[in-house]
């Protein structure tokens, strides 16, 4: 099983703010490693894979790097439909391993 | 447009069983492996099962196995998630997800449901 360390758990921001979200790996994964957004109430969406491929449709305001063990999302300008909870994911191998989730509030 | 569709939550007691349903459209169904996910509530994400795109191969989480079945019939663009023994630790929503890529591809969750709530309780 691979485990994933993402931190920090809960950050508090202000529109406009730059953002970042680490997500660590017990072993390496190449650059399988997507992030997912969720909001209150409502299924994850995909907002990245390949740990730097934005999904269609996405804001270039997010992006992702890293590769092998350490991993990050970072959000350069918040907006405000931006605050909810983000989730590092491996697919490298079964079984999949979401981390354990970032909230982003209002500070 | 692509959509997956939960059915068949519920409340169930433990030792009990339900079976959930995930209903695909738009896409091109027998082509993707596919994915149940759940949450319980407010907690993070769990990965719970997967099967490849022709049904010929399963993967299960360990907190699961030997109770859960996935399956599917590509037929009626429908997964499956055939759930036995139920524990109080089973309450969650539960998603069915959609590989990204076709066939076989070591890949991302693109598509959700909206999702199902199974409670397991007395």
């Known amino acids: 099983v691979i485990w994933m360390t993402q931190s920090p758990s809960l950050l508090s921001a202000s529109t406009g703010d730059r953002v970042t979200i680490s997500c660590r790996m017990s072993?390496?994964?190449?650059?399988?490693l997507a992030w997912y957004q969720q909001k209150p109430g409502k299924a994850p969406e995909l907002l990245i894979y390949?740990?730097?491929t934005l999904q269609s449709g996405v804001p270039s305001r997010f992006s992702g790097s890293g590769s092998g063990t350490d991993f990050t999302l970072t959000i350069s300008c918040l907006q405000s439909e931006d605050f909810a909870t983000y989730y590092c994911?491996?697919?490298?191998?079964?079984?999949?391993?979401f981390g354990q989730g970032t909230k982003v509030e209002i500070k | 447009q692509v959509q997956l569709v939960e059915s068949g939550g519920g409340v169930v007691q433990p030792g009990g069983s339900l079976r959930l349903s995930c209903a695909a459209s738009?896409?091109?169904?027998?082509?993707?492996?596919m994915h149940w996910v759940r949450q319980a509530p407010g907690k993070g994400l769990e990965w719970v099962a997967f099967?490849?795109?022709?049904?010929?191969?399963?993967y299960y989480a360990d907190s699961v196995k030997g109770r859960f079945t996935i399956s599917r019939d590509n037929s009626k663009n429908t997964l499956y998630l055939q759930m036995n023994s139920l524990r109080a630790e089973d309450t969650a929503v539960y998603y069915c997800?959609?590989?990204?890529?076709?066939?076989?591809?070591?890949?991302?969750?693109?598509?959700w449901g909206q999702g199902t709530m199974v409670t397991v309780s007395s």
């Open positions: 997800a959609k590989d990204r890529g076709e066939f076989d591809p070591i890949d991302a969750f693109d598509i």
């Open positions: 994911q491996q697919y490298y191998s079964f079984p999949r391993t």
């Open positions: 390949a740990a730097s």
């Open positions: 099967i490849r795109y022709d049904g010929s191969n399963k």
């Open positions: 072993q390496g994964i190449s650059s399988y």
């Open positions: 738009g896409f091109t169904f027998s082509s993707y492996g």
